[in-house]
């Protein structure tokens, strides 16, 4: 049981590049999201999906897009690089989207540095 | 508007003593939860507690507590006994059930602690 994986570990783009974030997780989740973590700032969300094929966004959702096409996987796509991207990205997941109680557990985080 | 505030950006604590790490929110939603996450310096987000807004008594797991006031939408992280693996930046975070729509929480901006020996 690996829990939630992301890859790449490190990535380094120039601007206008466009890559996707891998995100999978064993543990037959209904809940997946993606957030960023900047500088002195908490986690904030990017986008979610509450199940395949259901997706929505987040706080900071401009400039991402997402697709859930099975329980297991939920990229994140960069669609045209830019400086502000430059982050940490945390992807996680949970058992039930409905319980205010359900733990969500984090991926190790992709370290993405836009040039 | 649903926000977490952390009003410390860091912390020192000798070994084996308690420390009080604060944490206010502010939601108009009757029914909400709270979590801790601890990072450390490999960077990943390891959940420590759960409090729900209808909880009777304050929240435990081993060394941590949460000291829960819920007139003062106050949520405390106090760790009992610090070691010097506690050393890591705590987040408090928040999830609200009118705006649950799949579980997505609010973090504030995190409290670095260092313990020292």
């Known amino acids: 049981n690996a829990g939630v994986t992301q890859t790449p570990k490190f990535q380094v783009l120039k601007t206008g590049q466009s890559m996707t974030l891998q995100c999978a997780q064993d543990?037959?989740?209904?809940?997946m999201s993606w957030y960023r973590q900047d500088p002195g700032m908490g986690l904030r969300l990017i986008h979610y999906s509450v199940g395949a094929g259901i997706t929505d966004q987040g706080e900071v959702p401009n400039g991402y897009n997402v697709s859930r096409s099975t329980t297991e996987d939920f990229p994140l796509r960069l669609l045209s690089a830019a400086p502000s991207q430059t982050s940490v990205y945390f992807c996680a997941s949970s058992g039930s989207a409905g319980l205010l109680q359900e733990t969500q557990y984090f991926g190790p985080g992709t370290r993405l540095l836009v040039l | 508007a649903q926000k977490i505030t952390q009003t410390q950006p860091g912390m020192f604590v000798q070994e084996k003593e308690a420390v009080t790490l604060d944490c206010t929110y502010d939601?108009?939603?009757?029914?909400?939860?709270l979590f801790w996450y601890k990072q450390p310096s490999s960077g990943e987000m390891i959940f420590l507690i759960y409090?729900?807004?209808?909880?009777?008594q304050n929240a435990t797991e081993g060394r941590y507590s949460l000291n829960f006031q819920k007139a003062r939408k106050s949520a405390n992280l106090v760790i009992s006994a610090s070691q010097l693996g506690d050393s890591a930046m705590y987040f408090c975070a928040m999830r609200e059930a009118f705006y649950n729509q799949g579980g997505k929480l609010i973090f504030g901006q995190g409290t670095e602690l260092s313990v020292k020996p």
């Open positions: 409090q729900g807004s209808y909880d009777q």
């Open positions: 543990m037959n989740h209904e809940y």
């Open positions: 939601t108009s939603d009757p029914s909400y939860g």
